[in-house]
């Protein structure tokens, strides 16, 4: 799915903003007519964001929030396709157009839209409607809830309110909402490869348009021109960048690639900025343009004060200049998509992006059939609008889930043959905190990813007389599978401000000491090719005994203030390349 974008032939408006907002809480607003519009104690609320921490009573409200938006459609786009388009909507979305259901999708993370001109009402107002429903389901993608009230559950105290991941199930119109025209018969969808042959860099195109048609596709950058004659509804084509100055980590070399679409009827055009490199798994090492790369970064959140999820330009200028100055060369989009704009960033600085899908908390009772269905229709909607970013080096499939049984491990080779069908220029892993037995999944992935707490879940307080046990680990992973792995998230809590001495839990040396010793312990060994701490910064989780308001796990505060943690790191990571 390809990004708004605005040109000769497309044109382009945000409707992110102020809106009006209701919480409803009986759970019948759409009996209640609420898609004709609001009650009149809706209030304002801003978009995107999520709604929980911008008034205290929504704090915990997981149910029905209904949107409302008035718009006016310009004169001049009568008798023109308009999109409606938005970023991500949590939980169960439904969208209406003055009073036409348009819209529905479900899923926390990933885009979706409609044309819409058939219900606009051109140089006058039109009124949006959209319900979120995010209440907490226990069969969503994530597993919202378990069933009823879970005390104690293994790995955790038991949580308000209760999911099956370690972050707070926010709710609301998270990423931006857009209108744009496009031709009826427009670039549908764009598919980038790149190779390298000698000093060339191949650009390998696949363009699919909406309708079936006649004409021709004319790619081009600088002076390198490619025209395709279009006969159907696909077109490739190759084009040969002598002397190419390839995408690598720190050197965001992109090439704007313009893409016009020129049919007996009507024309298109769509930009897209396209990285040449080459990534392949050989042996135990991750080679990116043919040189073997050590992962340096974190799992990140998308995460803030007040904005909750929403996704903000500031906080993500501000993340990736810490990932620089700290020397950090990577970051997995820990446990969902993030905004298009985040992996956009990551390709205009040259970080690598390990992208996963929003399963987190996987456990035996979801390896069905149906739910490996819902699965694979996300992992593609994922790849669908991830697949161009040059950034994007890796696929992960899950966060942390039980993979022991026959059921698992059919549900993850499924998912793996997903992927690969979908797109077979990436390898893919997913990210295991069991033991080697436990993820049954591995032998149909490329890059072992573990995530493991010595010192903190596992051997409390002893972070040198764990350093062994902590390798062995890596061993028994190396020896079951053979793959290169990547310790995905290693850590724990610090509150900032928080000294001891001896280092004690939840003290920043305490961090600081672990941190530094386990990312030695990983060095020793060959076969691991990258360290992420968790986190990047702390982040909201939901009420237990083990969470002080937020994870504090993270090299930087909510607010992005370094901890001592992140001083030693600045100092390996820029000494390590
Ligand atoms: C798990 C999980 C993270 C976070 C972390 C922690 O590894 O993947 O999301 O919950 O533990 O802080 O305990």
Redesign the pocket.
């Known amino acids: 799915m390809l990004y708004p974008q605005e040109n000769l032939y497309r044109n382009l408006t945000k409707l992110d903003g102020m809106w009006r907002f209701f919480a409803d809480r009986e759970g019948n607003g759409e009996a209640k007519g609420l898609p004709g519009g609001l009650p009149k104690e809706a209030r304002d609320i801003a978009v995107p964001a999520s709604w929980n921490e911008q008034y205290s009573d929504l704090f915990h409200f997981h149910g029905k929030g209904w949107y409302e938006r008035i718009f006016f459609a310009p004169l001049d786009w009568d008798s023109r396709p308009v999109w409606l388009r938005f970023g991500a909507v949590s939980g169960v979305c439904k969208v209406w157009v003055n009073e036409t259901l348009v819209l529905e999708h479900t899923g926390n993370a990933l885009p979706f839209e409609a044309r819409i001109d058939n219900v606009l009402h051109f140089g006058q107002e039109n009124r949006l409607i959209v319900l979120a429903d995010s209440t907490l389901d226990p069969w969503s993608l994530p597993p919202a809830s378990l069933e009823g009230r879970q005390e104690g559950r293994v790995g955790?105290a038991s949580s308000y309110p209760n999911v099956t991941?370690?972050?707070f199930p926010y709710g609301g119109i998270q990423r931006s909402v857009w209108l744009y025209t496009a031709p009826a018969n427009r670039i549908e969808d764009i598919t980038v490869k790149t190779d390298v042959q000698g000093t060339a860099g191949i650009i390998r195109f696949t363009l699919k348009t909406t309708a079936i048609c006649k004409g021709k596709v004319i790619a081009s950058v600088g002076d390198q021109v490619c025209e395709v004659s279009l006969d159907g509804v696909e077109a490739r084509g190759d084009l040969r960048i002598p002397d190419a100055k390839l995408w690598d980590i720190g050197q965001p070399n992109l090439y704007a690639v313009n893409f016009v679409l020129e049919t007996d009827e009507s024309k298109d055009c769509y930009r897209l900025d396209c990285g040449i490199r080459t990534v392949k798994v050989d042996g135990n090492r991750f080679l990116l343009n043919g040189k073997p790369v050590f992962f340096k970064g974190f799992?990140k959140?998308e995460d803030y004060s007040i904005l909750g999820k929403g996704y903000n330009d500031a906080i993500v200028v501000k993340d990736f200049g810490l990932m620089r100055w700290i020397g950090a060369n990577s970051f997995r989009t820990?446990?969902y998509p993030y905004d298009e704009q985040i992996l956009s960033m990551a390709d205009r600085h040259g970080v690598l992006v390990i992208g996963e899908t929003p399963f987190?908390g996987l456990n035996e009772r979801m390896y069905r059939p149906d739910i490996l269905e819902k699965a694979k229709g996300v992992i593609a909607e994922m790849i669908a609008r991830d697949k161009n970013h040059p950034s994007i080096v890796m696929w992960s499939l899950a966060?942390?889930p039980n993979c022991e049984s026959t059921e698992a491990e059919q549900f993850f080779k499924g998912m793996a043959e997903t992927a690969r069908s979908l797109d077979d220029t990436r390898p893919i892993t997913y990210?295991a905190?069991l033991e080697p037995e436990n993820n049954v999944g591995y032998p149909y992935y490329d890059v072992v990813c573990i995530?493991k707490?010595y010192g903190?879940?596992v051997g409390a307080g002893l972070i040198d007389e764990t350093l062994d046990e902590f390798k062995a680990c890596m061993d028994r992973f190396y020896q079951k599978f053979g793959k290169p792995m990547i310790v995905?998230?290693f850590?724990a809590?610090a509150i900032a401000g928080m000294h001891c001495d001896p280092p004690q839990m939840f003290s920043e040396e305490y961090q600081n000491e672990m941190v530094a010793k386990q990312f030695e312990a990983m060095c020793e060994k060959d076969y691991c090719i990258g360290a992420h701490v968790?986190?990047f910064a702390d982040f909201k989780?939901c009420q237990s005994i083990?969470r002080i308001i937020v994870?504090r796990?993270g090299v930087f505060t909510r607010e992005r203030e370094p901890k001592m943690v992140a001083h030693t790191l600045h100092r390996l990571w820029n000494e390590k390349n």
Request: proline share 0%; aromatic share 26%.
């Open positions: 955790f991941y370690d972050f799992g959140h820990s446990h987190v966060n942390e990210v905190h995530n707490y903190w879940y995905t998230e850590g809590d968790w986190a989780t083990s994870n796990k």
